[in-house]
């Protein structure tokens, strides 16, 4: 997966500090300035980087640390615990609205993020956790997005909300909201028109769909394997539009994990989801705890 080259690297510093006894000061040093290498390798942002290792060295470089029984185990255990820090500590639930009353998701993201794979794949878990979700066809620009949504939804068993593509986003949405009202639907999930570029078009768009739809959960969808730009990305929405939460998509991919460990340092922002492979079914809940374990092997 993504933070296979990653978790190589920082497999060999850390045999190199467990061999040691004790450990000096230039010991931790010369570690952490291979952890560092390794994490910009991975493309993680350099401010997220910088600030994580001086973290991580402050509390290294401490008395009970350096002449504890198992120095190199304590720094470990540290990279450990500022790495689930680093991606937010707790697991973020999506959070539906109370009662009877409907959440409206609406899903936003670059194209060729994995958008509608995602929007798919999310319905799916929430049906299993026994809600009924309506899936909502916004793109009205690409035919083909629709009939993917369409095609995903009946593979998901998931009702599909469409009216083509000669009706605005707000309307569709709109028209979807009653739709749900009447037809016992717990969540609305709004796919929306996803663009190759951020542009006003799209921005003015999404924030449309927002003031006039009572939206509950903005959640953007990124794609791993662009690094760092998907941290740009992601920042970008956060300012524009603001949103609730990332789904990082392709993680199962062999290239840059780092955006897995700058999204929410960077934005603020949870990540909810992360997309594990092409089927509908490669979907995860994001554990920040869970994550760190992988990329540290
Ligand atoms: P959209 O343009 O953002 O709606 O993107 P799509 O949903 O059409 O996805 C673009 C491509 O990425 C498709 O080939 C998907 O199968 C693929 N894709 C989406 N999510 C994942 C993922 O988590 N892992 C992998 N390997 N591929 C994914």
């Known amino acids: 997966m993504a933070f296979d080259s990653l978790t190589d690297k920082l497999q060999n510093v850390f045999k190199n500090l467990r061999s040691k006894g004790k450990l000096t000061e230039d ?6 300035r291979e952890v560092k290498l390794a994490l910009l390798e991975a493309d993680v942002n350099f401010r997220v980087v910088k600030q994580f290792v001086k973290d991580v060295q402050e509390r290294a470089i401490g008395q009970d640390v350096m002449n504890g029984l198992n120095p190199g185990q304590m720094v470990i255990k540290i990279v450990n615990e500022e790495m689930v820090k680093l991606m937010g500590s707790e697991t973020t639930e999506l959070a539906y609205r109370p009662g009877q ?24 878990k929430m049906k299993l956790k026994g809600k009924n979700p309506l899936l909502v066809a916004c793109d009205v620009y690409r035919p083909a997005a629709v009939e993917q949504l369409k095609v995903n939804g009946e593979k998901q068993g998931v009702e599909v909300f ?7 986003p707000v309307d569709i949405a709109k028209a979807a909201v009653e ?3 009447k037809n016992g639907n717990h969540v609305v999930i709004l796919d929306t028109a996803g663009r190759l570029h951020v542009d006003e078009t799209m921005m003015e768009e999404l924030k449309a769909i927002k003031e006039q739809v009572d939206v509950a959960q903005t959640l953007l969808v990124v794609d791993a394997m662009t690094g760092q730009d ?6 970008t929405f956060e300012e524009e539009i603001g949103i609730d939460g990332v789904m990082l998509t392709k993680l199962d991919g062999d290239t840059r994990g780092g ?17 594990m492979g092409e089927k509908l079914s490669d979907l995860e809940q994001f554990y920040p705890e869970r994550m760190a374990s992988r990329i540290l092997g």
Do not use: E
């Open 27 to 32: 010991d931790v040093k010369a570690a952490l």
């Open 101 to 124: 009353q409907i959440t409206i998701v609406m899903m936003c993201g670059l194209q060729g993020a994995g958008k509608t794979t995602t929007t798919a794949k999310l319905a799916g």
């Open 162 to 168: 469409s009216m083509g593509t000669g009706h605005s």
């Open 179 to 181: 739709h749900a009202n």
């Open 230 to 235: 998907a941290v740009n990305v992601a920042s």
């Open 259 to 275: 955006a897995a460990l700058s999204i929410r340092a960077v934005t603020g922002k949870p990540i909810l989801f992360a997309g």
